[in-house]
């Protein structure tokens, strides 16, 4: 057991070294792994973010009705009630409205300087259904009702929303798997030429008795740094990009009140990144030593 520890100790001595000998190639191959990984580490960081703008959202599904300038709410109130889609509605007086128009921040100028109140009398209902179906269905009987000037449904842009989110996952998981791809490509081409440059160095070992897994297992380690390394990069590169980019979306959020920002990875999520890459780099070095050492 000391044996194999101590063989493991010597293996991965010796891919250090090559790898402080050869530091402009290996800076260029992490740049290369970085910048890889980056992109859909990025993407994921992303999507997290607005995952949580939504979870900050009610997403219980609403209608807003309103109503014609001469329509009566007595008239109107009653078939609302009747309605067993309906779970809850609540009545808004234009006056109301207005007033609550005034009190959103950086629009109290522009009410004041209305003339007249433009805006209608109007039901916000609750529905009993969140399938997209039953509300498009609701909505169509309540723009059949007399009296009934629009129907908004307010939480048509979170179907929207959620199935944007769906469509770049798989477009995030299709980007990840070919960028890994070439991570396993650029690991593999660089373990090959380390092979052919110590092909004699090989030879030699093979003569002298040295087994299959002795003469491997450097070229392992190599291959599992380099992509721990492109991994670490990778994350930095991330947290200097949403670093960035939160300058932007600082301004954005304070203009409607709000202190969101893009959060970088959580610690297990990061350490992910990082062991996914240096098990990749470790694929690559698995599938060029196979092939050239035989």
Do not use: C
Request: aromatic share 6%; net charge positive.
């Amino acid at each position: 057991m000391r044996t194999w520890g101590r063989q493991h100790r010597d293996a991965f001595a010796r891919a250090l070294r090559r790898l402080a000998t050869q530091r402009a190639a290996t800076l260029l191959n992490a740049l290369v792994i970085g910048v890889a990984l980056a992109l859909p580490a990025g993407g994921y960081a992303l999507l997290a973010g607005l995952k949580a703008v939504a979870q900050r959202t009610s997403f219980e599904p609403q209608l807003s009705v309103f109503l014609k300038p001469d329509a009566a709410r007595a008239e109107l109130e009653p078939r609302l009630r009747a309605d067993g889609r309906i779970a809850a509605f609540r009545f808004v007086s234009r006056d109301q409205a207005l007033a609550e128009l005034r009190a959103t921040g950086g629009l109290s100028d522009v009410v004041g300087a209305l003339e007249r109140n433009p805006l209608p009398d109007s039901f916000v209902l609750t529905a009993r259904q969140r399938d997209a179906g039953g509300l498009e269905a609701l909505a169509a009987a309540l723009r059949a009702l007399p009296g009934v000037a629009h129907v908004q449904l307010d939480s048509a842009w979170a179907a929207r929303l959620a199935a944007i989110a769906h469509t770049a996952r798989i477009a995030l998981a299709a980007l990840a798997i070919v960028l890994a791809t070439g991570l396993v490509a650029v690991t593999f081409n660089t373990i090959r030429l380390q092979i052919l440059t110590q092909r004699e160095e090989i030879e030699v070992s093979q003569l002298l008795g040295a087994t299959d897994a002795f003469i491997r297992r450097p070229f392992f380690y190599l291959g599992a740094l380099q992509g721990l390394a492109g991994g670490v990069l990778a994350l930095a590169i991330l947290a200097a990009g949403l670093a960035v980019l939160n300058q932007g979306v600082r301004e954005i959020a304070e203009a409607y009140g709000s202190s969101f920002r893009l959060a970088f990875l959580a610690p297990a999520e990061a350490g992910f990144v990082a062991a996914a890459s240096a098990a990749l780099g470790w694929l690559g070095s698995l599938l060029s030593v196979s092939k050239y050492l035989r």
